[in-house]
């Protein structure tokens, strides 16, 4: 057997369906061909031990032989049973999960929140001469995430991730699906980079064994970046349409 088939669950339960055939097979050519060769000495009017006590053996044995294969094909029926609605529970739960990740980046705010809150924490930066810190946080799904579904659910786990590791203060926005944006108030750029870090390590977490995306976090600070607010969005504004822009200015 094939590696591409050991890791097919299709080709895993079709395996499965022709063992369990060729089982049963061999189990009723035994018991057919043991009962045919014991038919003769049975039913032989030359046998001396009592012939109703053979028969009963005879026929005994061949109870036997049927509710062994009746055992059989109830639990491959069962197990089936079971399986099938393994996968419906499966399938429900994928369906939940969508639901909850399509609602939360539904619940996320958009560029135009996000201008507000730029232009209102640069205000406060500027009076107080403390730093601003911006996070651009772009996924990329992977090439086995064939359904949009799928992607949606990715994306969704994402944002849990990330809003778990996030200060009260701190706020989460959506530019599109794929790329976020994180507003950090008073923080330089090397706490800005220890938050990357963190929120990297989460998104890995996220993404799972099976690397359902890759990600990439860029950091955009005032004053080291931008002296303005409008120089700040600017720096940002690539991520707002095109995926995975090289901004002008990034750390």
């Known amino acids: 057997m094939r590696k591409s088939e050991r890791l097919d669950p299709q080709r895993i339960e079709q395996t499965e369906k022709h063992l ?3 089982t049963l097979t061999i189990i009723v050519i035994l018991a ?3 009962g045919l ?11 001396d031990i009592s012939g109703s006590d053979m ?20 639990r491959q029926f069962v197990i089936r049973q079971l399986r099938r609605r393994l996968r419906e529970e499966h399938q429900q739960v994928i369906t939940i999960r ?4 399509t609602d939360l980046l539904a619940t996320l705010p958009g560029i135009d ?20 810190s911006l996070l651009i946080v772009s996924l990329r799904p ?6 949009t579904f799928e992607v949606e659910t990715a994306f969704g786990d994402a944002a849990k991730a990330l809003t778990r590791r996030l200060r009260a ?41 099976s690397l359902r995306f890759s990600s990439e976090v860029r950091v955009f600070n005032y004053p080291e970046h931008a002296a303005t607010a409008r120089e700040m969005e600017q720096a940002v504004q690539p991520y707002f349409l095109l995926s995975h822009s090289n901004p002008a200015r990034t750390q």
């Open 32 to 34: 057919v061909g043991l």
């Open 142 to 147: 992977s090439g086995s995430l064939a359904q």
């Open 20 to 22: 369990w055939i060729l």
């Open 37 to 47: 060769m014991m038919y003769p000495t049975v039913f032989s009017s030359e046998l």
């Open 113 to 132: 929140h996000f201008r507000d809150r730029l232009a209102m924490e640069f205000r406060r930066s500027s009076h107080t001469s403390l730093p601003l």
């Open 169 to 209: 203060e701190d706020s989460l926005y959506l530019f599109r699906p794929g790329v976020f944006a994180i507003v950090l108030p008073n923080v330089d750029t090397t706490n800005a980079q220890l938050v990357s870090a963190r929120l990297t390590d989460g998104l890995q977490d996220a993404a799972g064994a």
């Open 98 to 101: 969508h639901e909850a990740s």
């Open 55 to 74: 028969r009963k053996y005879f026929f005994s044995f061949c109870v036997l032989a049927l509710l062994t294969v009746s055992y059989l094909l109830d």
